[in-house]
């Protein structure tokens, strides 16, 4: 995990920290597979805005998958930040809230269109 320090305020990473990181990464691997890759990418963390509308994003592309059925998925504000807290993580960002809305949402709603709880 990186120093906290090794992000400003608005979770930019700052310039000390990219040197850091290409150090590391020219340390770990091989001279030979860095000096074939173009580009390195560093990522910023993921503001709380952002991981809100990561959520409404994959939530509307589940209601796309619904419209066919006619279907209406409803999600309050709260549930929405529900989702946005629990499926972030320091380390991997939002690649978690795939998961967790395929446990709390789409696993449990394919369960009620097979048991015709749903129509």
């Known amino acids: ?24 990464v020219s340390r770990h691997f091989p001279p030979e597979l860095v000096n074939r890759l173009d580009n390195l990418l560093i990522f910023n963390k993921l503001s709380h805005t952002a ?23 409803r999600v309050t504000s709260e549930a929405t930040a529900w989702i946005a807290k629990e499926g972030w993580s320091e380390i991997y960002g939002a ?13 449990k709603l394919a369960r009620k269109l097979v048991e015709g709880k749903i129509r």
């Open 95 to 107: 690649r978690s809230v795939a998961r967790l809305l395929q446990k709390e949402v789409l696993s």
């Open 51 to 73: 991981i809100l509308k990561i959520v409404e994003l994959r939530l509307s592309e589940i209601q796309k998958r619904l419209d066919d059925r006619r279907i209406t998925l």
């Open 1 to 24: 995990m990186a120093d906290p320090a090794s992000t400003d305020s608005e979770g930019q990473v700052t310039p000390e920290a990219q040197a850091l990181i290409l150090q590391a």
